[in-house]
């Protein structure tokens, strides 16, 4: 069977879908948070002025000594210092005082931001608050204090300067041009002093905005999704890596493309299966399930026993378990059934049923051991027969050679039974079910979601395509959809199927005691399918007669031209249509005699046989009522066309 190729997103999927529980809610934990978030949190404004930066340059001489904003040679790094410069602790401080209430400088150095705008010379300060006004406030006043601050600083190094300036001027006695150079710069810093940084204007302040900053409300909620989504996705993969096990029908079917032919239903650990005194027990809903399986699975096409193997990717799938169910309801019908144990290192099935000992190993490689001495009957299943095994210290290096008289053993079975069912090891485990595949009919996969290991169930998979064996289809354990119990005993008169004492029921509805043991069943229904083969023989006896009454009718009409001839001169009959009865003529040549006492009877014999005839058809129609009764011979009720008299040549 051919499997679809896995896509490079097949592993994220199966992921996604094994674990799909997780993802929506981890998704939905993620947009709850957003929508707490969005909805507790105060709408933020935001509003920016704008500083622009005029940098002096290298060479300039006049604001030696001022810490002035100077050209850097990176249009970008000379922002980047102007920016320092101007979000400074001593704004913010100036700042928190003019806005008063709770600011600090602290809080003000966290609600202001100040970036340069691209590669230009113009510097944002963003003042971010909770109200539109506040915000255009803080903006405006950081900017303002700023250039403030800046002023400060500038006025007492330019007051410096100057003093240090004139110094040197009154040294200089008659230089008049030294003098004139000295007296341009001081003129230049007291303007300074005045104006204050030659190299930091104000260009725009802040207006008010319009609404609050941020993403809208969808926006925020469709990304929280999408966070959400992604995070659960990685725990879901995360998970899909480390699981080692099948969860699901759906993940067994997409690992494995098979039919699933029967489910079992979740049931209690006491109610799956159990052995009691009178045999092996199984609940009406268990029972429909194999019931359903043995009808897919059909007859043999050349009319032989049909053989089958139970096999699984896991131990503790419910392989055995499910072998005995299938060969238990296999016998139901009174159909003789052979469950073999072929589980070699692990022999399960005789513990199963109660059929100890079992046969060692060394037993089944006897050459002229014969299948039929080493098969026990199973408690309460007349028509089930098993094969036990059991293994002894160092049987274990005898599987090797016993797997090739399984096959031997195997066709033997098919000989004395109509179902033959074999329980073998785990083939995901260990390949010894793998040498049988070509000697079975119908190989039978259970698994069990949330007991079935991956790994194994792939290895399963892959050797079983090798080989060009295909499984008939999947019996699911632990199937968990709901359904009503009540059809399952429909037409049931109390009892179970395998049970000769009344069942243990969970209800405490009074039940009605059993009318019949398991015995009587089987041997009933062996009567019913002996039936037909009764029905051929009476049609058979009928179809002989039916050949005989043309003869009679041949007989009775060579007398009635004899007789005419005879008579000469008699009235020619009507060529109407007459009934010819028992006592045609009173006097006639014998021919008023019953049809049996013409075919050679005697009359006591021909009441004897018309007796039994109608003991048969009482018989029968007694016995099934859907038979025809078999018709007693109707020799004197005949209906015949008279032939035209010929006229006498004398």
């Known amino acids: 069977m051919t499997r679809p190729a896995e896509g490079a997103l097949g592993p994220y999927i199966r992921a996604i879908r094994a674990h799909r529980l997780l993802v929506f809610l981890v998704t939905l934990a993620a947009v709850g948070a957003a929508v707490a978030w969005v ?6 404004y935001e509003a920016t002025a704008n500083i622009l930066v005029s940098p002096l340059a ?14 850097a040679g990176d249009p970008t790094r000379t922002s980047q210092t ?5 979000r400074s602790s001593d704004a913010a401080e100036r700042t928190a005082q003019e806005m008063g209430g709770d600011w600090t400088r602290e809080k003000v150095l966290d609600a202001v931001s100040v970036t340069p705008e691209g590669e230009s010379n113009i510097l944002a300060i963003t003042g971010t608050a909770d109200s539109a006004d506040e915000a255009t406030k803080l903006a405006n006043t950081f900017a303002r204090q700023s250039l403030e601050s800046r002023a400060a600083i500038i006025k007492r190094q330019a007051e410096n300067e100057i003093t240090r300036a004139r110094t040197i001027a009154d040294q200089l006695g008659d230089d008049t041009e030294a003098k004139a150079t000295l007296t341009s710069r001081i003129n230049a810093l007291e303007q300074v002093i005045t104006d204050g940084d030659p190299t930091l204007e104000l260009s725009q302040q802040a207006t008010k905005p319009e609404s609050p900053t941020g993403l809208p409300f969808p926006a925020i909620i469709i990304l929280a999704g999408l966070a959400g989504f992604t995070l659960g996705s990685g725990g879901a993969l995360l998970l899909e890596l480390t699981e080692r096990r099948i969860r699901s029908e759906e993940e067994t079917i997409s690992l494995y493309p098979l039919p699933v032919l029967a489910r079992i239903p ?13 045999g092996w027990h199984m609940l009406p809903a268990v029972r429909e399930a194999f019931r359903t399986l043995l009808i897919q699975l059909g007859p043999h096409p050349e009319g032989r026993a049909q053989v089958i193997m139970v096999t699984s990717a896991s131990t503790g799938d419910g392989k055995t378990t499910s072998a005995v169910n299938l060969a238990a309801a296999a016998a139901a019908s009174g159909d003789p059934v052979i469950l073999l144990d072929f589980d070699l290192r692990k022999p399960d099935v005789g513990r199963t049923l109660g059929v100890q000992p079992g046969t060692e190993l060394t037993g089944l490689l006897q050459p002229d051991t014969q299948l039929r001495d080493l098969l026990s009957p199973a408690p309460g299943l007349p028509a089930l027969s098993v094969l036990t095994t059991t293994v002894a210290e160092g049987d274990v290096a005898l599987v090797e050679a016993l797997s090739r008289r399984l096959p031997e053993l195997i066709a033997d079975a098919r000989d004395l ?10 083939l995901g ?20 979601p949330g007991n079935t290991n991956r790994a194994n169930f792939e290895m399963m998979r892959d050797l079983l395509e090798r080989t060009a064996y295909t499984p008939a289809g999947f019996l699911v354990i632990g199937d968990s959809t709901p359904r009503t119990s009540a059809y399952y005993a429909y037409g049931a008169t109390g009892r179970e199927l395998f049970l000769e004492g009344p069942p243990t029921a969970a209800s405490d509805r009074p039940r009605p005691a059993p009318t019949k043991s398991s015995n009587e069943i089987v041997a009933e229904s062996s009567r019913v399918r002996s039936e037909p083969r009764e029905r051929d023989r009476d049609r058979e006896r009928d179809r002989d007669r039916d050949r005989e009454r043309p003869r ?3 007989r009775d009409r060579d007398r009635d031209r004899a007789r005419s001839n005879g008579e000469g001169d008699a009235p020619r009959q009507t060529p109407e249509r007459t009934k010819v009865s028992g006592d045609r003529s009173k006097g006639g040549d014998g021919n008023d005699r019953p049809a049996s006492e013409r075919n050679g009877e005697t009359g006591s014999e021909a009441d ?6 109608e003991t048969g058809a009482h018989r029968g129609s007694a016995e099934n009522p859907h038979r025809r009764p078999t018709r007693p011979p109707r020799s004197e009720e005949r209906q015949e066309r008279p032939s035209r008299d010929k006229p006498s040549k004398g």
């Open 429 to 448: 485990e260990i390949s010894d079910a793998l040498r049988l595949v070509a000697d079975v009919d119908d190989i039978i996969v259970v698994t069990k």
């Open 82 to 86: 102007a920016a320092t410069l101007v």
């Open 608 to 613: 004897a046989n018309r007796a039994g005839a």
């Open 552 to 554: 009679d009718r041949d």
């Open 417 to 426: 039974c109509n179902y033959v069912v074999l329980d073998t090891a785990p």
């Open 39 to 44: 909805t507790v949190r105060p709408p933020s």
């Open 266 to 278: 979740v049931l209690k650990p006491g109610q799956l299966r159990g052995r009691q005194a009178s």
């Open 58 to 71: 290298q060479e300039d001489q006049i604001y030696t000594g001022v810490n002035a904003v100077r050209e």
